[in-house]
T-cell receptor, first 116, second 114 residues
């Protein structure tokens, strides 16, 4: 399995500001994803972070609001831009372990964001 | 696209009893079904998964069953313990390419009473 760390683990931010969340994996992985989990809800995929190219966003999520970087096979960042209270959620980094395209998917510990 | 329904949304059992959580999926092409456990303040942890070429898989007190014809799969926890209390999510994915997305159920909050 892959060991995933996220920074920060939690933050309280003012509306209109931006926060960048970092995801570090202990091994090279094929796929990296970013999810949002609103309070008491299930997981919603924001985007797939593609190494060396632009991220692939799901319906309802746009690059201007959630810019993503993935400079290599072990690291990615998600920025939540121009935040509003509706952005208060848990943001989760997720990876498919190893180089296998049919591998299992693992999640990081999450970043708990509160926007005031 | 795929749609996954999960029931019940909350489940309360007495310690030592069994717990069963059920999920149905809509896309008959789905062939990979993981289950995740999310404890308070933590990220989801994979606890068991099953692929469509088998009907049942067990790991100690946890088992998953799959009925491809009816398009549903279930998580069974036997001899429940207080530390089993958490939110459980089922998911489904089609194809063997991990680039295909997991679709998650709505989650089940399991409470095990000592």
């Amino acid at each position: 399995s892959a060991v995933i760390s996220q920074k920060p683990s939690r933050d309280i931010c003012q509306r209109g500001t931006s926060l960048t969340i970092q995801c570090q994996v202990d091994s090279q992985v094929t796929m990296m994803f970013w999810y949002r989990q609103q309070p008491g809800q299930s997981l919603t995929l924001i985007a797939t972070a593609n190494q060396g190219s632009e991220a692939t966003y799901e319906s309802g999520f746009v690059i201007d609001k959630f810019p993503i970087s993935r400079p290599n096979l072990t690291f990615s960042t998600l920025t939540v831009s121009n935040m509003s209270p509706e952005d208060s959620s848990i943001y989760l980094c997720s990876v498919v372990g190893g180089q296998s395209l049919s591998g299992t998917q693992y999640f990081g510990p999450g970043t708990r964001l509160l926007v005031l | 696209g795929e749609n996954v329904e999960q029931h019940p949304s909350t489940l309360s059992v007495q310690e030592g009893d069994s717990a069963v959580i059920k999920c149905t999926y809509s896309d008959s092409a789905s062939n990979y079904f993981p289950w995740y456990k999310q404890e308070l303040g933590k990220g989801p942890q994979l606890i068991i998964d099953i692929r469509s070429n088998v009907g049942e898989k067990k790991d100690q007190r946890i088992a998953v069953t799959l009925n491809k014809t009816a398009k549903h799969f279930s998580l069974h926890i036997t001899e429940t313990q207080p530390e089993d209390s958490a939110v459980y999510f089922c998911a489904a994915r089609w194809g063997n390419n991990a680039g295909n997305m997991l679709t998650f159920g709505g989650g089940t909050r399991l409470m095990v009473k000592p």
